[in-house]
C-alpha cells in the first residue's frame, strides 16, 4: 500500500519507480532464490558487505535456526509486493480527485484524508490482497527447495515443504494426501475468517 502510495504521486521518473517494483514479480521464483542466496552469503554476499562497513561481523542468515525464517521472509515480500501494489495502485487511481480537493478545502491533513477516506475505500482491495498474500505464502515451495531444503535442523521446512517430502521423497502417499486435506482446509478457514471479518468493515464503511 505504501509502495502504491508513493508511485501514485506527481514524481519524476514515476514509470520507472513503477516497473523497478513490480520487475521481481515476473522473475521465476528458482531465479529470485539464487539472488538472494548471494545476498546472504556469509562474508561475501552483499548484505554481510554492508554490514561490514557499519563494523557488524559476518552473519550466516540462512544456517541459522533464529534468522532462516526471517531470511525467507524478506525475500518472499520483495518477490511478491509489487504484484499487491498494482492492485492497490488501481484502486487509488479510482477514486475520484474531488474527494481530495473536498478534503483540502475543509482543512483536512493528508493523514486524516487517508485515514478516512482512502483507507475505507481501499478495504476492498485489502481484503483481496490478504486472503491472496496468504495462499500464496503457503504455496511458495521453490525457494526453500533452491535454498534452504528445510534446513538448517528442519527451522525452514514449511508445511507445503514437508508434503513434498513426505509424498515424492519418503513416497507415503496416504499421509500426504492427509496432509494436503488439512492445509487446504486451513486455507479456506483462514480466507473466509478474513472475508467475514473485513466484508463487515467494508460495509460498515
Do not use: C
Amino acid at each position: 500500500m505504501l509502495m502504491a502510495l508513493w508511485v501514485n504521486q506527481r514524481l519524476a521518473g514515476r514509470g520507472f519507480l513503477r516497473m523497478a517494483y513490480f520487475t521481481p514479480t515476473v522473475l521465476p521464483m528458482i531465479a529470485v532464490a539464487n539472488i538472494w542466496l548471494f545476498f546472504y552469503t556469509p562474508d561475501y554476499g552483499l548484505i554481510d558487505q554492508i554490514a561490514r562497513k557499519f563494523g557488524f561481523g559476518a552473519t550466516n542468515w540462512l544456517g541459522e535456526r533464529e534468522t532462516v525464517l526471517g531470511a525467507l521472509m524478506v525475500m518472499t515480500v520483495w518477490k511478491e509486493a509489487g504484484f499487491f501494489m498494482i492492485f492497490y495502485l488501481a484502486a487509488l487511481q479510482q477514486i475520484p480527485p474531488a474527494l481530495a480537493e473536498a478534503a483540502a478545502l475543509e482543512g483536512a491533513s493528508r493523514w486524516y484524508f487517508f485515514r478516512r477516506v482512502v483507507f475505507p475505500l481501499l478495504m476492498p482491495t485489502t481484503l483481496f490482497v490478504l486472503v491472496n498474500a496468504v495462499i500464496n505464502s503457503f504455496r511458495l515451495v521453490d525457494h526453500v527447495v533452491a535454498i534452504t531444503k528445510g534446513g538448517p535442523d528442519n527451522a525452514s521446512s514449511l508445511l507445503l515443504f514437508y508434503i513434498y517430502e513426505v509424498a515424492f521423497k519418503f513416497w507415503d502417499t496416504g499421509y500426504g494426501a492427509a496432509l494436503t486435506v488439512v492445509l487446504l482446509g486451513l486455507l479456506a478457514t483462514l480466507a473466509l475468517g478474513q472475508y467475514f471479518f473485513l466484508e463487515k468493515r467494508v460495509h460498515y464503511r
